[in-house]
T-cell receptor, first 106, second 111 residues
Framework: GIQVEQSPPDLILQEGANSTLRCNFSDSVNNLQWFHQNPWGQLINLFYIPSGTKQNGRLSATTVATERYSLLYISSSQTTDSGVYFC????????FGSGTQLTVLP | EAQVTQNPRYLITVTGKKLTVTCSQNMNHEYMSWYRQDPGLGLRQIYYSMNVEVTDKGDVPEGYKVSRKEKRNFPLILESPSPNQTSLYFCATVTGGTEAFFGQGTRLTVV
């Protein structure tokens, strides 16, 4: 099956810093999503982005499908951005990456 | 508002006592699925359903049952829970063949 790898596994930032999270996948995909798992365990949809670029406030994402990777950008990070960020590919059967644990320090 | 509702949110039970985790969606989506999340193992799919009365095994179906008698509900059944089924469970639904949305999660502890 398809392999999904995320980097870095852990990231610690000072509030206000910017960051880039990466998601590589081993085969072509028609669906790719980014999620944020908050400290309470809830999975929050960030982006559905099989290709191209999208922005939502301080967050943006870019997927280059032909090169099999996606990037999530977080600008001016806040403590509420802390948590685990997952990318996932597929549709009914999602394959998740192992996540990036982000900690934003005040 | 689009919603995927799981119940209960938290459950502690004993080995062998049958339990059901309910999942309901108000979006009329055909696709629904169950995942479990474990430290070091990530999120893995248990079962999925493409439509009413159509279900299939995911990656880790052993010890679980599901049913899809109506489009909005997709319960997860543990006939005889064991401690290795202690986990965080998520129900998900897929909208318009594109984006998946998850319920709030159910933290299950089997002692």
């Amino acid at each position: 099956g398809i392999q999904v790898e995320q980097s870095p596994p852990d990231l610690i930032l000072q509030e206000g810093a910017n960051s880039t999270l990466r998601c590589n996948f081993s085969d072509s995909v028609n669906n790719l999503q980014w999620f944020h798992q908050n400290p309470w365990g809830q999975l929050i949809n960030l982006f559905y982005i099989p290709s191209g670029t999208k922005q939502n406030g301080r967050l943006s994402a870019t997927t280059v499908a032909t090169e099999r990777y996606s990037l999530l950008y977080i600008s001016s990070s806040q403590t509420t951005d802390s948590g685990v960020y997952f990318c996932a590919v597929g549709l009914v059967q999602l394959t998740f990456g192992s996540g990036t644990q982000l900690t934003v320090l005040p | 508002e689009a919603q995927v509702t799981q119940n209960p949110r938290y459950l502690i039970t004993v080995t062998g006592k049958k339990l059901t985790v309910t999942c309901s969606q108000n979006m009329n989506h055909e696709y629904m699925s169950w995942y479990r999340q474990d430290p070091g193992l990530g999120l893995r799919q248990i079962y999925y359903s493409m439509n009413v009365e159509v279900t299939d095994k995911g990656d880790v179906p052993e010890g679980y049952k599901v049913s899809r008698k109506e489009k909005r509900n997709f319960p997860l059944i543990l006939e005889s829970p064991s401690p290795n089924q202690t986990s965080l469970y998520f129900c998900a639904t897929v909208t318009g063949g594109t984006e998946a949305f998850f319920g709030q999660g159910t933290r299950l502890t089997v002692v």
